[in-house]
């Protein structure tokens, strides 16, 4: 979300919010950028590709395929999503 990028001091006066988007929400925009890094628990992966919307337009964040297809595995079961890293 646009406030967790605020709180994690990214650069958002750059962002150029030019990727449209369809979600369970409606239509909106993004902006494009990399992060150098994102951490879940003792995975951590480096230049993740991210999106970021403007403010107001989520209210959670979501963690999506550009983390989740560097992983070795991950599943959904119930309320319960596993991830596991490569070794």
Not at 14 to 38: I, K
């Amino acid at each position: 979300t646009y406030e967790t990028a605020k709180a994690a001091g990214l650069p958002l006066e750059l962002l150029n919010f030019n990727v449209e988007l369809e979600t369970a929400g409606g239509h909106t925009r993004a902006a494009r950028l990399s992060l150098d890094s994102l951490a879940i628990g003792k995975l951590v992966e480096r230049s993740v590709p991210a999106l970021v919307v403007p403010r107001g337009q989520m209210k959670t964040n979501l963690l999506g395929m550009s983390f989740l297809d560097r992983l070795e595995s991950w599943e959904v079961r119930a309320d319960q999503l596993r991830l596991r890293g490569y070794p």
